[in-house]
């Protein structure tokens, strides 16, 4: 069964540095998303990802975050001048073309650890 | 906005015990609804959806979940528990109108011999 890939599985990383965390979405699917989980709560949406646009995006997504599918088959989450409160799992999901209802398939997730 | 509420933050049984994880949802308008599982060290698997239809739908591993619109509930249930159905379960919503699926702060079910 197809799944969503994800890399790397554990980041460590200094404050303030830039990181990129990679995903590869099921190569039919349409919809891209980024969610995280910071360790003891719940998992939170950042942004959704269709038609090689942001179609909606959290709160949480300022301008610290960018996303981007730079060749058809990668979709990565860029955090800029990271800070300690970013530590948490990061998790990719990707929906099918039968809409926006269709479930979203999640990768096994980053864990991204600041400094 | 929506939001939703699994009161149980931990449900310790024994194996081969019936379980029921509780799910709420709050919503102004249709909603699709989800159940992921979670085990050690993994991403979210589907467990189970509803989207429409019947309102008792069964998934993977033996669960199935009954949707009550008059009550905004959705619990998962399941007949007879295994060990290897440890894991902490999630339940979500997602809004006809939106992308985003909305999490509960998910259950921790601990099957115990």
């Known amino acids: 069964e197809p799944e969503v890939t994800q890399t790397p599985s554990h980041q460590v990383t200094q404050m303030g540095q830039e990181v990129i965390l990679r995903c590869v979405p099921i190569?039919?699917?349409?919809?891209f998303y980024w969610y995280r989980q910071i360790l003891g709560q719940k998992v939170e949406f950042l942004v959704s990802?269709?038609?090689?646009?942001?179609?909606?995006k959290s709160e949480i997504f300022d301008d610290q975050f960018s996303v981007e599918r730079p060749d058809g088959s990668n979709f990565t989450l860029k955090i800029r001048s990271t800070k300690l409160e970013d530590s948490a799992m990061y998790f990719c999901?990707?929906?099918?073309?039968?809409?926006?209802?269709?479930?979203?398939?999640f990768g096994d997730g980053t864990r991204l650890s600041i400094l | 906005a929506q939001s939703v509420t699994q009161l149980d933050s931990q449900v310790p049984v024994f194996e081969e015990a019936p379980v029921e994880l509780r799910c709420n949802y709050s919503?102004?308008?249709?909603?699709?609804l989800f159940w992921y599982v979670q085990y050690p060290n993994q991403g979210l698997q589907l467990l189970l959806k509803?989207?429409?239809?019947?309102?008792l739908v069964k998934g993977i591993n033996g669960f199935e979940a009954e949707f009550n619109k008059s009550q905004t509930s959705f619990h998962l249930r399941k007949p007879s528990v295994h060990i290897s159905d440890t894991a902490e379960y999630f339940c979500?919503?997602?809004?006809?109108?939106?992308?985003?699926?909305?999490f509960g702060t998910g259950t921790r079910l601990l099957v115990s011999p």
């Open positions: 999901a990707s929906g099918g073309g039968g809409g926006r209802n269709q479930p979203q398939h």
């Open positions: 190569s039919n699917h349409l919809y």
């Open positions: 990802f269709y038609n090689n646009e942001i179609s909606e």
């Open positions: 919503s102004s308008v249709s909603v699709y």
């Open positions: 509803y989207l429409s239809g019947s309102t």
């Open positions: 979500a919503v997602l809004n006809t109108g939106f992308q985003k699926l909305v």
